[in-house]
């Protein structure tokens, strides 16, 4: 009789389990749509206008959307110097920013960086490096909508000044955004467990 009782607690788990599962991943679903929502759809964004002015801009991520706006604002009188992240030197891919990064503009100061590590911890670590050499108390980062709330929170633990977040105007298909909800999740995760810049 002990056995007919184990063997049919056993087939009560075994049936309840995947149900436990599913439930628990229904939440985490949910946890991840609503927070990453307001995290990576809806993140807060400063303004920048022609009025704007900053030190520096730093473009991140090595991509173009992001380095070309940052020119645009510099073209526009917003700042003097544009930052630009290339962390992928050889890699042809990115030859639209290995190009930027080979100009001589005239209109502002150029810098071109490969970041150590190439991650947004490294480009921040760059940022916190060039404004405490050259006294910036004013700057702007330019990421994707997807990266602007993570990125706020790396960039500030290398930067103590006046920190603006700006979006990148780019289009971002459905299908990136899921991959991006995953790779933002997992990103602040690692934040979580890094300390300092």
């Known amino acids: 009789m002990a056995d007919d009782l184990r ?74 110097v544009v930052l630009i992240s290339d962390p992928y030197p050889q890699e042809p891919a990115f030859q639209p920013i290995h190009d930027l990064c080979a100009s001589h503009p005239t209109a502002y100061q150029l810098i071109c960086f490969d970041p150590d590590p190439r991650t947004t911890r490294g480009e921040a670590r760059e940022l916190g490096r060039l404004a405490a050499e050259h006294g910036w108390n004013r700057v702007a980062v330019v990421a994707a909508k997807y990266h ?23 289009k971002i298909v459905p299908v990136n955004w899921s991959y991006q909800y995953v790779r933002q999740t997992l990103g602040y995760l690692k934040v979580a467990f890094q300390r300092g810049c």
């Open 148 to 170: 602007i709330s993570r990125s706020r929170t790396i960039v500030k633990r290398c930067y103590s000044g006046h920190l603006l977040m700006v979006e990148a105007p780019m």
């Open 7 to 80: 063997g049919a607690s056993i087939t009560f788990v075994t049936r309840r389990w995947p149900r436990r599962v599913a439930v628990a991943l229904l939440v985490l679903g949910l946890v991840i749509g609503i927070g990453g929502g307001r995290l990576y759809s809806f993140p807060k964004v400063d303004p920048v206008d022609d009025t704007t002015r900053v030190d520096a801009i730093l473009a991140l991520g090595g991509r173009t959307e992001t380095a070309t706006y940052a020119v645009s604002l510099a073209e526009k009188g917003v700042t003097p």
